[in-house]
């Protein structure tokens, strides 16, 4: 399948590079005896990379159990030393100690002087509105937890499932089920209010 160019921009992997090379599932079980023995370790790969293998071996016939291995996670280490909290931040900006840290006032103060530092600091949008999109990223969500997105033209998709990418109120009208689905299953409530105005919409 095509390698979508915003992707390629970031890892540096384009299409012709990988044209004429195997499948995963090809060359699952030499990865395996490559990992056999040994322990793991990356940046961020207990949240990505083990995840991401661990997914890929699964559509295999390939029995690996990443679990067994011993796993080191540079990026733990890196915020457990150090920390990315607000104290840490107000330090790190304002050259100051936060008294009273997670007091409603404090940190409300805190947040408002990093915020200041960090227009000072930085070539950063000045305006609210490019400043929340800076923050937030371009891509736009219909909810909170990232569930559902708003494509090109301001239509809500999936963003996970068997209908990833797919419009959602053109899922309802062909398949009325999946809403119940979606309605009776482990999503929170906000998303499902979404869900919801959407399905009643069609």
């Known amino acids: 399948m095509h390698i979508p160019v915003e992707a390629s921009n970031v890892h540096g992997i384009y299409d012709d590079d990988v044209r004429d090379c195997p499948t995963f599932k090809q060359i699952a079980a030499e990865v395996a005896t490559v990992f056999e023995g040994c322990d793991l370790a990356g940046y961020n790969s207990n949240h990505f990379?083990?995840?991401l293998l661990a997914e890929e071996f699964a559509r295999t016939t390939v029995c690996i159990d990443l679990k067994k291995m011993q796993m080191i996670d540079v990026f733990t280490i890196f915020t457990k030393?150090?920390?990315r909290n607000l104290t840490a931040a107000y330090k790190f900006y304002?050259?100051?100690d936060l008294e009273g840290a997670h007091s409603a006032n404090a940190d409300t103060m805190a947040t408002?002087?990093?915020l200041l530092a960090q227009l000072d600091k930085y070539d950063l949008p000045v305006s609210v509105p490019e400043l929340a999109e800076y923050t937030q990223g371009k891509q736009r969500f219909a909810d909170f937890a990232g569930r559902i997105y708003y494509d090109a033209e301001g239509v809500e998709c999936f963003n996970f499932g068997k209908y990833k990418d797919k419009r959602v109120i053109d899922v309802f009208r062909r398949d009325m089920g999946y809403y119940s689905w979606l309605f009776n299953g482990d999503f929170p409530e906000y998303t499902k209010k979404v869900f919801t105005r959407i399905y009643l919409s069609k």
């Open 94 to 96: 304002c050259g100051k």
């Open 112 to 114: 408002y002087e990093v």
């Open 81 to 83: 030393n150090e920390p």
């Open 49 to 51: 990379d083990v995840p």
